[in-house]
């Protein structure tokens, strides 16, 4: 409530002191009823807590009186001073006169001091961090956003100042609601909106022209002959507001120039200042304009190299074609390493959940991993690593789980596409056990990679999964092991490096005569003792 409060009187406040005159309307009591809030807040600071940091320590203030006497020394004057009622000030007795117009429009400019109450705003910075934890726009578009408000905010603020230099100014300029019922002007132009000055000044004699403003020169250059009402608030504004912007971008049409002392300084200040805030915002826009596509800036500068090396080294065409196709393709793998690289400033549980949920429809799908827990499966994601492909190109990662993340591999006979893996075998810890089969990209390929290393370093940290493991590593093994047994005995060939599998399979076979035609029965229905002695044998391999 505070922060709308703060932006209502940062919007309005400027507005109602330029343009408006005192009144007791819808505008006047919502004021009214902000500076309640407002004087609400001061008493709450009397008995809310403060916290603050010293360099070695944290203090943490709860006693009243060491709080009110902290909130005196502090803001305690500016929120006094935006709070005081100003609109009644000049109603008090000895100040309600005719004379002194520009005294009594003093006592509205100090209606100003209720801005001070903005010093405020980082008050709110907290709800807005949390505001922007609960949303997913870039920090570029928040920058954006920021800069688009400050140019509004900067133009708003210069054309109140401008249109209330204008109206302190303007004594020589009067509107209808301005003037006595007795004034015989309003009997003797009924229809005019607004009057001015009367006298036959001599044009070199500046004291004389006391009075004027822009906003005189503007109803009688400008305003005269058109539709235009510059005793209309929104008028003025409008004018003021167009001053502003075309001081800001430097445009200078030149239509509404100061005409007094006050007026130029106010002027060269406010091109000073807008002339900077203008840089300000183009160089920054610029910037984040490009950092809100930093891939493409990226690929658009790693094209460009390759292009400039090839032409000074005269690569062969065939070979431009082949690099640039792999660049334009990498750029979907450059953005996956990106996005890894964005959580390793996260903590490790948080990492592994995001890496989790990256890759789950590619772990899912993996019957070694169905039965598993989340959290087992959460760390393991964390260990992934991307690689990609070129068309053609043997993939060679031994010992490692592939997962196909997109593209199309040719592994042995069998075609292998996207969320397709291979290399289940990689559990096995004798390397004669897993298949060696050659796989090639059909297309450009992305392959998420799961070492063994890795795996067997996460296992003892989770029972069940490490039990789930070891019993399918000795299932495999026993297979592959009898299968390779069959395969030779049918051949009847026995190659040197498979010397431990006689060693293991003949007396096995010698017990079991009748099963040793194990190609058909390649698990086999060994007694449970005897295979649990040839798992054994084969884990310890």
């Known amino acids: ?192 909106s607004y009057f001015f000055a009367e006298g036959d000044w001599d044009p070199q004699a500046p004291q004389a022209w006391e009075g004027e403003s822009w906003i005189v020169a503007f109803a009688k250059n400008r305003a005269a002959g058109t539709p235009t009402d510059p005793c209309d608030p929104g008028t003025l504004y409008a004018a003021s507001l167009y001053w502003a912007i075309v001081t800001l971008t430097s445009i200078g049409y030149g239509d509404i120039l100061p005409i007094t002392f006050l007026e130029y300084i106010l002027a060269n200040i406010a091109m000073l200042i807008s002339s900077c805030i203008w840089a300000y915002i183009i160089g920054a826009i610029c910037t984040i304009v490009y950092s809100m596509d930093l891939e493409q800036w990226a690929f658009d500068e790693r094209m460009d190299s390759f292009n400039r090396m090839a032409r000074e080294n005269n690569i062969p065409h065939t070979l431009r074609w082949r690099a640039r196709e792999y660049l334009r393709e990498s750029r979907f793998h450059l953005k996956y390493v990106r996005s890894l690289e964005a959580t390793s400033h996260l903590a490790p549980g948080l990492r592994g959940s995001i890496a989790k949920h990256m890759t789950m429809h590619h772990l899912g799908g993996i019957p070694l991993f169905k039965c598993t827990s989340s959290r087992f499966r959460q760390e393991i994601a964390g260990f992934l690593r991307p690689h990609f492909f070129e068309r053609q190109e043997k993939i060679e990662l031994p010992g490692s789980l592939c997962v196909v993340k997109r593209g199309t591999v040719l592994r042995g006979t069998n075609v292998v596409v996207r969320n397709g893996h291979w290399g289940e075998d990689m559990i096995l810890a004798r390397e004669a056990l897993r298949l060696d089969l050659p796989a090639r990209c059909l297309t450009h390929t992305e392959v998420l990679a799961l070492e063994r290393d890795d795996l067997f370093k996460t296992l003892p940290q989770h029972e069940f999964e490490d039990y789930l493991f070891r019993r399918a590593a000795t299932c495999l093994a026993l297979r592959r092991t009898v299968l390779i047994y069959a395969k030779e005995q049918n051949a009847g060939e026995f190659m040197p490096e498979y010397t431990w599998v006689h060693a293991l399979m003949d007396p096995v076979a010698r017990k079991f005569p009748s099963r040793r035609d194990t190609s058909e029965n390649p698990g086999g229905n060994e007694p449970e003792p005897n295979a649990g002695d040839t798992s054994k044998n084969l884990g310890s391999n």
């Open 1 to 192: 409530l505070v922060v709308v409060c703060l932006l209502f009187t940062a919007i309005v406040t400027p507005f109602e002191v330029a343009f408006l005159k005192k009144g007791y309307g819808l505008l006047y009591f919502i004021s009214r009823a902000i500076d309640l809030i407002f004087v609400k807040d001061m008493v709450i600071q009397f008995f809310l807590k403060v916290t603050y940091f010293e360099p070695r320590r944290q203090i943490l203030i709860r006693k009243r009186r060491e709080l009110a006497k902290r909130y005196l020394k502090g803001w305690f004057i500016i929120d006094l001073l935006s709070v005081l009622p100003y609109d009644h000030i000049e109603d008090l007795p000895g100040l309600k006169s005719d004379s002194g117009l520009g005294t009594l429009k003093v006592f509205r400019l100090l209606r100003v001091l209720r801005l001070l109450r903005l010093t405020q705003v980082f008050k709110a910075s907290r709800l807005v961090e949390r505001w922007r934890n609960r949303i997913s726009i870039s920090s570029a578009r928040i920058r954006l956003m920021k800069f688009g408000t400050l140019l509004v905010v900067t133009c708003h603020w210069m054309g109140c100042i401008w249109g209330f230099v204008g109206n302190f100014e303007a004594t020589n300029f009067s509107c209808r609601s301005d003037l006595d019922t007795s004034d015989s002007r309003l009997r003797e132009f009924p229809s005019r």
